[in-house]
């Protein structure tokens, strides 16, 4: 149980055009998804965090119209880059946070998403 | 702030040696602690975790274990394998960061016959 799964798993497009990337669990409903960015060997940096039904938190630094973040529903959430640009190239990983009653949350990572912008 | 500093890499051991990845951490309140993997190509997978003070994480061989005196969580392995090679995470989340996770850089870990 726990699977999170990430369309597309590779993505390469032109400069100017914008990018969807969906994330869903598949055998749970999240609490919380969560957006991550990360840059060849480096960590995993948070970009945004966001519950269903509800406006997305972006973290410092992040632009929100750039990175447009939907949740849909307690099983779906979608990034989408606006206006890619060849610096937006990065591994895009999403996460879905579960809570089972009385316990911690834990977190489900997708497999990943890899944008390159020409 | 709430931050993770986890010991540079590439690691590189020889098959059934003895693994330990440092990590410390900063943080206001009362985190969570966790271990997580990349293997090549592959999505993060959690490893292990701890909750609290003195718990002891521990899977597949590794541990880790929470010590609040010295804000650290090192894993460890008694006897490493080939298939061990990959990226591994230290990571933190708490109730003041909407348990997002704040993770470590990585420590790349290379295991050879």
């Known amino acids: 149980g726990a699977v999170v799964s990430q369309h597309p798993s590779w993505v390469i497009c032109k400069s100017g055009t914008s990018v969807k990337i969906e994330c869903r669990s598949l055998?749970?409903?999240?609490?919380?998804m969560f957006w991550y960015r990360q840059f060849p060997k480096q960590s995993l940096m948070l970009m945004a965090t966001?519950?269903?039904?509800?406006?997305?938190?972006?973290e410092q630094g992040v632009e929100k119209d750039k990175f447009l973040i939907n949740h849909a529903s307690l099983t779906l959430s979608t990034l989408t880059v606006t206006s890619a640009h060849p610096e937006d190239s990065s591994f895009y990983i999403c996460s879905a946070g579960r809570r089972p009653a009385g316990h911690l949350e834990t977190q489900y990572f997708g497999p990943g998403t890899r944008l390159l912008v020409l | 702030g709430n931050s993770v500093t986890q010991m540079e890499g590439p690691v590189t051991l020889s098959e059934e040696a003895f693994l330990t990845i440092n990590c410390t951490y900063t943080a206001t309140g009362y985190p969570s602690l966790f271990w997580y993997v990349q293997y090549p190509g592959e999505g993060l997978q959690l490893l292990l975790k701890?909750?609290?003070?003195?718990d002891k994480g521990s899977n597949k061989g590794f541990e880790a274990t929470y010590r609040k005196e010295t804000t650290s969580f090192h894993l460890e392995k008694g006897s490493v394998q080939v298939s061990d090679s990959a990226v591994y995470f230290c990571?933190?989340?708490?109730?003041?960061?909407?348990?997002?996770?704040?993770f470590g850089k990585g420590t790349s870990l290379l295991v050879t016959p």
């Open positions: 055998d749970f409903q999240a609490t919380t």
């Open positions: 701890a909750t609290k003070a003195d």
């Open positions: 966001s519950n269903e039904g509800s406006k997305a938190t972006y």
């Open positions: 990571a933190l989340s708490d109730q003041s960061s909407g348990y997002a996770l704040n």
